[in-house]
């Protein structure tokens, strides 16, 4: 009898330390593998500064400088304020070259025969004149289809060579046939004519 009651007793204790070990099992959370962090950003290496191409013998030689940049073309505004403002500015060399780049867009041609015509013209000195004038020859701008802007040929009244700006006609009369020109600039035009090099002057 006691041999049945220790045997019950050992089988008893056996089950409740199973009971145990399942009820601890379940109860146990699994474990997580760690989180590995990720590394900390960083910038990327800065470019290498890359240095300027010096400039060949002929570049420079192109732009007019060695080992620098062509500068940028200066504005008309630019240029006369610096002008202005410079107290050594020798304005007839300013005055020569303007001249001179004007010249290089003119065009003139010579009429193949004179063209009489007279004017009512406004002088410098704002005097209303008239004048019977032989036209030689026209200047015109803008290339050689550009319009006339003045005209030169033999004044009766001054008995020389002279040169007229179209803006100052205010009247002109074709004395071939006494018609009224309305449009110098068209009417010296339709005069048979031919260009003139541009190394001579009007």
């Known amino acids: 009898m006691p041999l049945e009651v220790a045997l019950v007793g050992a089988l008893i204790g056996m089950i409740a330390f199973a009971v145990f070990v399942v009820r601890q099992t379940i109860s146990r959370e699994p474990e997580r593998p760690p989180v590995e962090e990720p590394p900390p950003r960083r910038n990327p290496p800065a470019a290498p500064a890359i240095a ?117 006609v205010q009247h002109a009369f074709d004395l071939t046939d006494g018609t009224e020109i309305l449009d110098v600039e068209a009417w010296l035009r339709a005069q048979p004519s031919r260009r003139r090099p541009r190394d001579l002057d009007l």
């Open 52 to 168: 300027p191409r010096p400039l060949t013998a002929i570049e420079a030689a192109q732009v007019g400088l060695r080992g620098q940049a062509a500068p940028s073309p200066e504005s008309e505004f630019t240029k006369l304020e610096r002008l202005l403002l410079d107290p050594n500015t020798n304005w007839a060399e300013v005055e020569a070259e303007a001249a001179k780049q004007k010249r290089a867009t003119s065009d003139f041609f010579d009429l193949r025969r004179e063209a009489p015509i007279r004017i009512r013209y406004i002088a410098a000195d704002g005097e209303l004149t008239e004048r019977d004038v032989d036209v030689r020859s026209f200047k015109v701008e803008e290339g050689p289809d550009g319009p006339p802007v003045a005209f030169r040929g033999r004044c009766h009244v001054r008995e020389a060579n002279r040169s007229f700006l179209i803006r100052r």
